[in-house]
């Protein structure tokens, strides 16, 4: 059984353009978190997605962010017109129906802006 | 893996008193971060403490580390019920990865 996968692994892009994070959960595991860190911090929630439907997303910009989880696919961390602050690297985690308590985690997509 | 262990594995203490919560760890690190995670939702970060401090504190918590023991501490004064929830560990050893340990599930009874 894969492990969470995220791609790409490294992503640069140049200020105004738009990153696309994907995140593959385990087999069988349909809620999906992202998270992101900057530089010597620590792990900051974004969102929580269940397939098809955003439980929480407190933690998401307000603007040019936005997730999503479809029925099928990969689960989707999308950033438009992308600024330099956006420089971070973004983890997914997922969890299993029945244990929504234990979350394992990709190694993490890490975004570059020029 | 898992690299930080936290003890007890379960803890639950009467409201007003104070919780205290331990972590070790195996390897070198650049920093340890605590997280509070409730029941069903996402982790949420609570304090970062970096190797050359000893001490850090964020209202009602209090954070040690001793990297000669390679171990930390996690103190929540004053209890409140709101605190019920998991707490997790995490070190940062400066390669790209964040190790958590398994958790410990504090439970404040009124």
């Known amino acids: 059984n894969a492990g969470v996968m995220q791609n790409p692994r490294h992503l640069v892009r140049r200020r105004g353009q738009e990153a696309r994070l994907r995140c593959s959960p385990m087999k069988g595991h349909s809620h999906v978190y992202w998270y992101r860190q900057l530089p010597e911090e620590g792990l900051k929630f974004m969102v929580y997605l269940q397939k098809e439907n955003i439980i929480d997303e407190s933690g998401m910009p307000k603007e040019r962010f936005s997730a999503e989880f479809p029925k099928e696919g990969p689960s989707i961390l999308r950033i438009q017109q992308v600024v330099r602050g956006d420089s971070a690297a973004y983890f997914c985690?997922?969890?299993?129906?029945?244990?929504?308590?234990?979350?394992?985690f990709g190694p993490g997509t890490r975004l570059t802006v020029l | 893996s898992q690299q930080g262990e936290e003890d007890p594995q379960a803890l639950s203490i009467q409201e007003g008193e104070n919780a205290t919560m331990n972590c070790s760890y195996k390897?070198?690190?650049?920093?340890l971060q605590w997280y509070r995670q409730n029941s069903g939702r996402g982790l949420v970060h609570l304090i970062l403490i970096r190797s050359n401090e000893r001490e850090k504190h964020s209202g009602r918590l209090r954070v040690t580390l001793d990297t000669s023991k390679k171990s930390s501490s996690l103190l929540i004064t004053a209890s409140r019920a709101a605190d019920t929830a998991s707490y997790f560990c995490a070190t940062d050893a400066g390669d790209d990865k964040i190790i958590f340990g398994k958790g410990t599930r504090l439970h404040i009874l009124p």
């Open positions: 390897t070198s690190i650049n920093n």
């Open positions: 985690a997922s969890s299993p129906l029945d244990s929504t308590d234990t979350q394992y």
